[in-house]
T-cell receptor
Framework: GENVEQHPSTLSVQEGDSAVIKCTYS??????FPWYKQELGKGPQLIID?????GEKKDQRIAVTLNKTAKHFSLHITETQPEDSAVYFC???????????FGAGTRLTVKP | NAGVTQTPKFQVLKTGQSMTLQCAQD?????MYWYRQDPGMGLRLIYY???????DKGEVPNGYNVSRLNKREFSLRLESAAPSQTSVYFC???????????????FGSGTRLTVV
């Protein structure tokens, strides 16, 4: 089955700096890679996603890059702000199924 | 507001008690899921339903049962609660792979369950 590994588990940056979180997956059939942000006491919220036929996708200060050959994808947050502080999860589908395997999460802290 | 609604938000059970967690979505999604979230272990799939009338086991199904009551509702039942089931439970829904290019999940706000 799919294995999704996420690094780092914690990340602390200064406001205005960039943050990068990386995930690797094992199933070459995976074709869709979402990222979720979870704030304290809330459910995860989809913030950006990418399909396997695209190498990079941007949405304002966040971007996701995908390297299919190496089987990894990364979340990039530029000009970080305190409100970016949260736990971030990557995910990848299990083969050709609909359900997904999640990474263990990265706790991002942005210091003002 | 469109989304996924879970009830209850908090629950304390005694070992051996039973309960049902309710979930409903109004986005006309075919697929629905139940995950549990434990510290340091991320989100683990308990059961999912690809469409009305079908359910499948996930990574950690033991001790749970589910019912896909109709397209909108997907419930999770604990028949005899155990302390190991203390967790935060999330319901989610999504479009079905093949029907949409992007099938990211919409999550509910969670149920925090404590079994004593």
């Amino acid at each position: 089955g799919e294995n999704v590994e996420q690094h780092p588990s914690t990340l602390s940056v200064q406001e205005g700096d960039s943050a990068v979180i990386k995930c690797t997956y094992s199933d070459s059939a995976s074709n869709y890679f979402p990222w979720y942000k979870q704030e304290l006491g809330k459910g995860p919220q989809l913030i950006i996603d990418i399909r396997s036929n695209v190498g990079e996708k941007k949405d304002q200060r966040i971007a996701v890059t995908l390297n299919k050959t190496a089987k990894h994808f990364s979340l990039h947050i530029t000009e970080t702000q305190p409100e970016d502080s949260a736990v971030y999860f990557c995910a990848a589908p299990l083969g050709f199924r609909n359900d997904m395997r999640f990474g263990a999460g990265t706790r991002l802290t942005v210091k003002p | 507001n469109a989304g996924v609604t879970q009830t209850p938000k908090f629950q304390v059970l005694k070992t051996g008690q039973s309960m049902t967690l309710q979930c409903a979505q109004d986005m006309n999604h075919n697929s629905m899921y139940w995950y549990r979230q434990d510290p340091g272990m991320g989100l683990r799939l308990i059961y999912y339903s690809a469409s009305e009338g079908t359910t499948d086991k996930g990574e950690v199904p033991n001790g749970y049962n589910v019912s896909r009551l109709n397209k909108r509702e997907f419930s999770l039942r604990l028949e005899s609660a155990a302390p190991s089931q203390t967790s935060v439970y999330f319901c989610a829904s999504s479009a079905t792979r093949g029907e949409a290019n992007n099938y990211g999940y919409t999550f509910g706000s969670g149920t925090r369950l404590t079994v004593v």
